[in-house]
């Protein structure tokens, strides 16, 4: 799969800023799967979704961490 220009340099930096999630591949989230907005490759906006899943949408920890590619007690 070839990655746009825009995205190759936005992933370099978010490299370079030691923020990019190396296994964005396990973010199942629907949000990730159909929004431009959400990157699976930000590892902060990861991150702050999967928690925002539990805190906002009452999402169970298992379950969050499972759309996020977490385990549990990395959560």
Do not use: C
Not at 9 to 36: C, G, I, P
Request: aromatic content about 12%; cysteine-free; overall charge negative.
């Amino acid at each position: 799969m070839r990655i746009p220009r825009d995205a190759r340099a936005k992933q370099e930096a978010m490299s370079r800023q030691n923020v990019l999630y190396h296994n964005a591949e396990s973010v199942t989230d629907e949000l990730f799967q159909t929004e431009d907005f959400f990157d699976p490759h930000d590892l902060i906006q990861v991150k702050y979704e999967m928690l925002r899943r539990v805190r906002a949408d009452d999402w169970s920890v298992t379950r969050a961490a499972d759309a996020f590619g977490f385990s549990r007690i990395s959560y």
